[in-house]
């Protein structure tokens, strides 16, 4: 534990990297040889492995999840620092938390940055488009690596909460505990036409070149700042957003010309700016694709119930009032689907003005759900847990 | 009346223009000194000059708004060729109709296409952003040219519905009757945010060159396509592409590639093509501007009552349950309003699954209820009328 991090933090924490070189074949019919995946680990496994929690990221995330890299960079912790460590929601006295960059990511796995072995050149558009059941059989290698049998978790919100659903529905029996966040069963044609625009912002970016833009010493900046501005609309509510900019004008009146003028415009750009400098376009277009094929209920003659009728596990389902990009009734969708599948299920639908976002915010309402529910699965693992 | 065309269509029609040689202020400080306005007019002026009523178009339609221009073309009417004709809801037996292109236009009326009579070159960027303020001022002068006093009424649908409350607050004694049809008292910090998202895409596509594209013989294509795509799933409702796309894959499976996959893919890309021959990017940039800066209660302290409460016109406002641009809540913050103010104000919120979309289709209860209420406002017109 650092001396300078906060008490309830996990610290320092180091990246760790797995070679996997039993190929992997993929939804898409092609086949990865081998690759790497970068993880990080809080908490210690216990002496019968039970303890271990799997966190799914969702669109734009990575293995980082919590604690610091550097001290000297206190404010920079992992995207879910407020939810995990000792004495947090997914307390890491009690819990050995493992999360990895996803295949295709751009953050230290195997993806469009990475070197293919077959012409020694970033893999750029030829990295296989990869869905959520490849990313739960890597991430079923990679729990197998570090002696994690059946995790007692599987957490993650938005698009980590469909990886933590297809891991139920692929390995029954390595699963105790699912919690689905901020989830939908699949994406709505409205879901899919956003990212169909933010896609066609990057596909048609003169710097793209095809997604060769490695060889050009370019990124498509506009295109990606576009897709991102778009992604941010739909990852606040219009409540948040008029909470927090309303409609207050930067200089106090109207300027007619097309500088930022709006404080909503500014912050949509420097969002969008600051995600250029630290987000690959190729890995962005990937994972809208990814979203996009999320089906489960697919495989299963369009039943999402039968889906999870193979499912083992124990069920928390959460949502938020404002998100109205997976909403709360897509939330009701699914557990509508798991009680007719006769699994145990709890739901809870919390009040927030956060839109989708909501599911990183420590809302006390809702770490308190997730504190709850978990101390449960701790008591399950160590009877003598607090 | 065109012998081919339907029995209750204004049939053929030919656009009028007048030129306007006394400069016109703009709200952004800067003056025309003479610009031209293009409009089309159906029905009869009466003999009192009472029956007249304007439509004021939205973001991206013209002054032809019903009829054909070419008997050849029967597929082609007007953008609101529906609701306007002998016999239907406005019903041009009973009103002499007229609707321009607004100022900053691209289809005839003076805009950024025209040519600037400072250089000889087209205006592009260098023409002043224009308000609903502004608009309401040029459509005054056109009515003065038509021997128009008073409006029997003033109808608009989404920025339309702007313009015609604009009127009854700019010029009361000149108009009677205001509908403002899936309308929005001002934007809110979200439909900003759509806004600047377009802008940015046109703004920041290669082609563009600062607006003086016209000068390279290209067109922002790219910027113009993605900003129309989104702005298509703004007028959509969630429900209606649901109902009209589903997740259907144009080829039955995934293909695993950026090629168009599903229907709402290849709808949306076919809807931002299509604008891209028939719409001017100046113009578009300029009208989400005019959206954005739309706040009649900014005059008035922020009270939007204390803005009606100049008005004189009696109100019919219109709204649809699933239109998620401007909602029904924004429809009855302006019927709220208009109650304070003291005016005599009537309100239908119209099921529909057509999104913001909806205020140009024929509805049966909507085009009843427009029926109804204009068959009322004729009756003032004309106690003989049917």
Chains 1, 2 share one sequence.
Not at 9 to 22: A, I, K, N, R
Not at 129 to 150: E, F, N, P, Y
Not at 152 to 176: D, K, N, Y
Not at 362 to 372: M, N, Q
């Amino acid at each position: 534990m650092a001396a300078l991090s906060p008490p309830d933090s996990v610290g320092l924490v180091t990246p760790q990297t797995l070679h996997f070189d039993e190929p992997l074949a993929l939804d898409c019919g092609q086949t990865l040889a081998d690759y790497e995946i970068v993880y990080e680990t809080y908490g210690a496994l216990n002496a019968d492995h039970s303890n271990a929690v799997l966190i799914c990221h969702a669109l734009s995330g990575d293995h980082h999840v919590a604690g610091y890299h550097d001290e000297a960079d206190l404010n920079k912790p992992g995207w879910w620092d407020n939810c995990i460590g000792p004495g947090k929601p997914i307390d890491t006295r009690e819990f050995f938390v493992v999360c990895c960059n996803n295949l295709g990511g751009c953050k230290g796995s195997t993806g469009p940055t990475s070197i293919n072995p077959d012409n020694r050149k970033p893999y750029g558009p030829d990295f296989p488009i990869v869905t959520v059941k490849d990313w739960v059989h890597s991430q079923a290698r990679l729990a197998d690596q570090l002696g994690v049998r059946q995790w007692a978790a599987v957490i993650g919100g938005s698009l980590g909460g469909m990886q933590a659903m297809q891991w139920a529905i692929t390995f029954p029996e390595r699963v105790r505990h699912v919690l689905a966040i901020a989830a939908a069963p699949r994406l709505s044609a409205q879901n899919i036409a956003f990212n169909e625009v933010a896609r066609q912002a990057i596909l048609s970016d003169p710097d793209f070149h095809h997604g060769h833009y490695y060889d050009f010493g370019v990124v498509p900046r506009r295109g990606l700042m576009i897709a991102r501005m778009l992604g941010h609309i739909t990852y606040l509510s219009e409540e948040g957003m008029r909470a927090k900019f309303g409609r207050e004008l930067r200089e106090g009146r109207p300027n007619f010309n097309f500088d930022t003028e709006f404080e909503v415009e500014s912050y949509l750009r420097h969002q969008g700016k600051a995600f250029v400098d630290r987000f690959d376009a190729n890995t962005y277009l990937l994972m809208t694709k990814t979203l996009d094929y999320f089906d489960p209920a697919a495989d299963f003659d369009q039943d999402l119930s039968a889906a999870f009728h193979r499912a083992q596990a124990q069920f928390l389902v959460v949502s938020f009032t404002s998100d109205w990009r997976f909403s709360p009734a897509r939330s009701r969708e699914i557990v509508r689907a798991l009680v007719r599948a006769g699994r145990e299920v709890s739901y809870a639908e919390i009040p927030s003005d956060y839109g989708h976002d909501a599911f990183l915010m420590p809302i006390p309402l809702y770490h308190d759900t997730l504190r709850g529910y978990l101390m449960r699965v701790a008591h399950e693992v160590n009877p003598d847990a607090p």
